[in-house]
Nanobody
Framework: QVALPQFGGGSVQAGGSLTVSCWSY????????LAWYRQGPGNERERIAS???????NYADSVKGRFTLSVDNARNRLILQMNNLKPEDTAVYSCYHLLPGGNYYWGQGTQVTVTS
């Protein structure tokens, strides 16, 4: 399956901000599930932000209040705005797009590194 292209990320000092985006090959519309996952060194992949098919946003406690998931429907773009970054946020970040019929896409992954 083809991975969704992602942009952004990079390296920043603690307290800084970064944005990661991905573009979906499918039109983003109602009843789709969108999410951001990350996998840090030696850790399992975890879901950190999601937008359910019913329009409900959820965030992991570790990022709540600092990260924001948004959608640019006109450009089929999923965005993760990350503020007040911490060294423990260092990870590979991947977007996820689940369609109502069960097809899904993963992003290619983007490295985010936060230095102290």
């Amino acid at each position: 399956q083809v991975a969704l292209p992602q942009f952004g990320g990079g390296s920043v000092q603690a307290g800084g901000s970064l944005t990661v985006s991905c573009w979906s090959y499918e039109t983003i519309s109602d009843f789709h599930t969108l999410a951001w996952y990350r996998q840090g060194p030696g850790n399992e992949r975890e879901r950190i932000a999601s937008l359910s098919s019913y329009g409900t946003r959820n965030y992991a406690d570790s990022v709540k209040g600092r990260f924001t998931l948004s959608v640019d429907n006109a450009r089929n773009r999923l965005i993760l705005q990350m503020n007040n970054l911490k060294p423990e946020d260092t990870a590979v970040y991947s977007c996820y797009h689940l369609l109502p019929g069960g097809n899904y896409y993963w992003g290619q992954g983007t490295q985010v590194t936060v230095t102290s």
